[in-house]
């Protein structure tokens, strides 16, 4: 069965380093999805992105956030600088339309210190 | 703004029960709504999806309703078993974003 995939499972930098998370989602969607979800709070949108470009992105999406479809399988978010409180678990997600059902990856746990 | 509220926050339950899982919306101007489960630190999976036009959708043990007028979708876990054990999410779908609740921390006991 087709899934997400993303990687690193686990990702730790220093305060102030720019993190580039990878997803690659399923093959045939066109639709694709940054969530975020701190330790103990509930999972948060951050960007979606069709055709090259983002459809919607939510306040905490800032310019120190960026999406890239780099080739015709990899989706990557970047953080360019980070903060202790970006440390979270990001989920990418794919869906073949918006609006339908989204399917999440495993998640990469990234750890700002 | 949408807000997604889950009743109960966390639900102690004995192997072979019936339960029920409570999901409310403010915004009744939804696409779809979705049902996830989440094991502690993985991943999110799918487990029913709704679509505005339906009231109740079927898989397995699991059966969700959706009243979009209340602002209400349940799950219904049919004959718990262990392995059910997990956080369950409701999200609802606007055009592009999933709004999730905090969700329900189940445990079903053998």
């Known amino acids: 069965e087709p899934e997400v995939t993303q990687t690193p499972s686990h990702q730790v930098t220093q305060m102030g380093q720019e993190v580039i998370l990878r997803c690659v989602p399923i093959?045939?969607?066109?639709?694709f999805y940054w969530y975020r979800q701190i330790l103990g709070q509930k999972v948060e949108f951050l960007v979606s992105?069709?055709?090259?470009?983002?459809?919607?992105k939510s306040e905490i999406f800032d310019d120190q956030f960026s999406v890239e479809r780099p080739d015709g399988s990899n989706f990557t978010l970047k953080i360019r600088s980070t903060k202790l409180e970006d440390s979270a678990m990001y989920f990418c997600?794919?869906?073949?339309?918006?609006?339908?059902?989204?399917?999440f990856g495993p998640g990469t746990r990234l750890t700002v210190t | 703004k949408q807000e997604v509220t889950q009743i109960p926050a966390a639900l102690s339950v004995p192997e072979g029960e019936n339960l029920v899982l409570n999901c409310s919306f403010t915004?009744?101007?939804?696409?779809?709504l979705q049902w996830f489960r989440q094991d502690p630190g993985k991943g999110l999976t799918s487990l029913l999806l709704?679509?505005?036009?339906?009231r109740e959708q079927t898989s397995g043990r699991l059966n969700a309703s959706l009243d979009k007028s209340s602002g209400r979708s349940t799950l219904y876990i049919a004959a718990s078993q262990p392995g059910d054990s997990a956080t369950y999410l409701c999200?609802?779908?606007?055009?592009?974003?999933?709004?999730f609740g905090k969700g329900t921390s189940l445990l079903v006991t053998p």
């Open positions: 997600a794919s869906s073949g339309l918006a609006g339908v059902e989204q399917y």
């Open positions: 093959s045939n969607h066109l639709y």
């Open positions: 992105f069709y055709n090259n470009e983002i459809s919607e």
């Open positions: 915004d009744s101007a939804i696409y779809n």
């Open positions: 709704i679509q505005s036009s339906q």
């Open positions: 999200a609802v779908i606007l055009m592009y974003a999933l709004n």
